[in-house]
Structure formats: C-alpha cells, structure tokens
C-alpha cells in the first residue's frame, strides 16, 4: 500500500529532479547549487540530500532516463528488424540530447570533472551498447562490436560538438547521417557477402 508519506516523497524527487534539470540548462553544472536547487522547489537544503546524495546523482538519473528511453525506443523497433532498432537507439539518444544545448553541457561538464560520475555514466552507455552489439550480430554485420561501438562513437562525438558550439545544428541533424553512412556501409558489406556466397 503507498502512504501519503510515500506520495509526497515521490513528489518532492520528481519536484528537485525537474528542478536541478530546469537549472542545469539555465545556469550549467558548475553555477547550479544544491541551494538554489532546493530554493526553487520551496525545501531546505537538507531536503535535497534525502533525495539525492549529490548534484552529480541527479546527473545519473538524467543518463538513466536517457539511456532508459533508448533502450525501449530500441525494443520498439525490434519487430521492423535489427537496423532500425540500432537507428532507433542512437536517434533516440540524439533527441535526448539535443532537447538543450546547456543541459548537455552540464552533463559532459560533470562527466569531465568526476572519474565516478564519468564511471557511472560509462556503465549506463554500457548497457545500451551491449544490446546494439546483439543487435548488429542480428544484423549480421561482419563485426558487431564495431558497429555499435561506431554508431555510439557518432553520437558521442556528435553530442560534444552540439554543446561545445553554439552554432551548430541540432543533434538529429548531426547524428542521422553518420548512423545511415554506418548502416549503409555495414548493409554495402553484406551484399557483397551475399553475392560472393552465390557465385
């Protein structure tokens, strides 16, 4: 049975979480507090902590939401075959990413400045390469780890040049024509495999 406690736990989570999200896209990582985080929600700092044990694990979760929305964007696909469930897992990502130039920024600022927030966040992306690399051996590419470790390297190098300028195109924009040059050549590999085979 949820208690009202529990409700108004859940509420005040979700309540700092948009808060420090809504934050880190205004002021970036390093000008967003804990204080001001707390201030915008109407709680004493002391709040926060029963919530989060840092700024950084609100970081985590907003990976984790990301990373989240990948993995089921990726298994909705699945039914139309393994590229479009690896199109559909990087896409996905893109989107996340590119919703704010600033909250981008904050999360590769707190990535850069902690090896255990870069750890964390590493294990998370780990996950979802794990299922492009099942997917891509579904694919049948000639080397699955490669391929996934390719489209993930994309949208990585994609995401750090959408928050390092402020001039550049959107994410999508950016991310969909290395994933289908990716996709296409694995594609282009594997038609000559098929055309060798039946000589």
């Known amino acids: 049975m949820v208690t009202a406690r529990k409700l108004q736990a859940d509420s005040t989570r979700k309540k700092l979480f ?6 880190f896209a205004a002021h970036g990582y390093h000008a967003t507090t804990v204080d001001a985080i707390a201030r915008r929600v109407g709680v004493a700092k002391g709040t926060f902590f029963v919530h989060f044990p840092t700024k950084d694990a609100v970081i985590l979760r907003l990976l984790a939401v990301q ?3 990948a993995r089921a964007a990726r298994d909705a696909a699945l039914g139309e075959g393994p590229h479009a469930a690896l199109r559909a897992a990087v896409m996905t990502l893109s989107a996340q990413a590119g919703a704010s130039r600033e909250l ?3 999360v590769l600022a707190a990535t850069l400045d902690s090896a255990e927030v870069a750890h964390d966040a590493n294990a998370l992306f780990g996950v979802v390469l794990d299922d492009m690399i099942v997917d891509a051996r579904a694919a049948r590419a000639r080397d699955p780890e490669r391929l996934a470790r390719g489209l993930l390297a994309a949208y990585l190098g994609a995401a750090y040049h ?5 001039d550049s195109e959107g994410m999508t924009e950016l991310v969909a024509p290395l994933v289908e040059a990716l996709l296409e050549q694995e594609g282009s590999r594997e038609a000559a495999r098929r055309r060798r085979r039946r000589r």
């Open 162 to 166: 959408f928050a390092a300028s402020r």
């Open 67 to 69: 990373t989240g929305a």
């Open 18 to 23: 948009a808060a420090a999200v809504q934050l």
């Open 104 to 106: 981008s920024r904050a």
